[in-house]
């Protein structure tokens, strides 16, 4: 059962039930984005433009791993629940079904045309706080939500916020950035369970780049 609140805790939790600022979003973008692929200790995303090195010695979750483990739908009971989000890559120190204690970074993008935000900096900011709410409701969960920010990854300028979950026994820190690219919002979402971790994988984000 914890395992899967684990799982839970880890995914983009409300993908939907959005009420924004209903803008006119005008969007040329692929039709299909891929999942990528590993090359030379790199993951390369053609469709979105991107690589980033694969940090030492983690596990790259399989395209079906992707597919299955992080449906939300097989965890909550809402038939009108819809996801416009997919997950392009998962990196953990530890096999995706090894939840405990298994720091991460997770990379997804989510269809820009679903919805009223049209910038990354009010994406973050629904994104971080739809987070901490669904917390909120967890019975002795102890949140803390840094201020917004905006940092350079690459050659492109993201939205960051940082959220601490501290839950009896599990202690989470969900540094999340975001950006606009061929009609998405990309979202990568380090995931770890103590701060080592936390700066080991951020020294990761220096190797992201779009090409």
């Not at 690459?154 to 989470?172: P, V």
């Not at 919002?185 to 190797?207: K, V, W």
Request: charge should be negative; charged fraction near 25%.
């Amino acid at each position: 059962m914890k395992k899967v609140i684990i799982y839970i805790l880890i995914i983009a939790i409300l993908s939907t039930m959005l009420v924004g600022c209903n803008k006119n979003i005008e969007i040329v973008k692929p039709e299909h984005v891929s999942r990528g692929e590993v090359v030379d200790g790199y993951y390369v995303n053609e469709d979105m433009g991107f690589k980033i090195k694969v940090p030492e010695n983690y596990y790259t979750a399989t395209e079906e791993e992707l597919d299955t483990k992080f449906d939300i739908k097989q965890h909550v009971e809402d038939d009108e629940l819809e996801v416009f989000i997919t997950y392009l890559a998962f990196f953990s120190q530890k096999p995706v079904d090894d939840a405990q204690d298994n720091s991460h970074i997770m990379i997804s993008v989510e269809d820009a045309s679903k919805y009223g935000y049209s910038d990354k900096d009010t994406y973050i900011e629904y994104m971080s706080n739809s987070k901490a709410d669904t917390y909120r409701n967890i019975e002795g969960a102890k949140i803390t939500l840094s201020n917004q920010t905006n940092v350079w990854l690459g050659n492109r300028k993201f939205a960051n916020r940082t959220l601490t979950l501290d839950l009896h026994d599990l202690y989470m820190i969900f540094d999340m950035y975001a950006v606009v690219k061929n009609g998405y919002f990309l979202s990568i979402m380090i995931g770890a369970h103590n701060e080592a971790d936390l700066e080991y994988l951020r020294g990761y984000l220096d190797t992201f780049t779009f090409e």
